[in-house]
């Protein structure tokens, strides 16, 4: 579904103009071009006040389909919002964090760096796991052969340059690398 179907959704929705006090930032797979059937559009926030996010979340969203709300009971308690515009789910994430800080934005930066180092070849191979039912940070790690936790991995991998992640693509005998 890449293309303009989730970019005619992500308009229809209002979300960016809707949540524009909270710095959204659009992440996840559609812009990476990973997505696969029953991929949403993720929506990062800095939402330092959760009561204030959570009323502009139910003010602008709680009338679309599937709307459901929930807040993280962990760390600076996030609250996330799903809802569907035009048959396409969204997720709507807000922290106290700054985006940038948010591991779900460093999680993304790094992928799309290294689809852009890998190629085709890299993009192929995480979407033959994808389309195997790994999650994105999952499907990642096992192409790149990475030890552990996933989501710690990728984080990890965020905190090279992109020689580092060069050498880490060819050192894993990653397609692309």
Not at 79 to 102: D, N, T, Y
Not at 105 to 128: D, I, K, P, S, T
Not at 146 to 174: C, F, I, P, W
Request: charge should be negative; aromatic fraction near 10%; hydrophobic fraction near 50%.
């Amino acid at each position: 579904m890449t293309g303009p179907d989730w970019r005619a959704a992500l308009e229809a929705s209002g979300v960016l103009t809707r949540l524009a006090r909270f710095d959204p930032h659009v992440a996840g797979t559609f812009p990476l071009g990973l997505d696969v059937p029953g991929s949403d559009i993720d929506v990062l926030c800095h939402a330092p006040d959760a009561e204030a996010f959570a009323a502009a979340l139910w003010e602008a969203f709680g009338h679309f389909a599937h709307f459901a709300m929930w807040q993280w009971q962990k760390a600076d308690r996030p609250v996330i919002a799903a809802f569907s515009v035009a048959g396409v789910p969204f997720e709507v994430f807000g922290q106290a964090l700054p985006v940038e800080r948010q591991h779900g934005w460093r999680h993304f930066a790094v992928e799309a760096r290294l689809l852009r180092l890998g190629g085709a070849g890299l993009r192929e191979a995480v979407m033959a796991a994808r389309r195997a039912g790994a999650k994105t940070e999952p499907a990642f790690a096992e192409v790149l052969g990475l030890e552990g936790d996933a989501y710690q991995a990728m984080l990890d991998l965020g905190e090279k340059n992109d020689t580092g992640l060069v050498e880490v693509l060819k050192r894993r005998g990653s397609p692309g690398g």
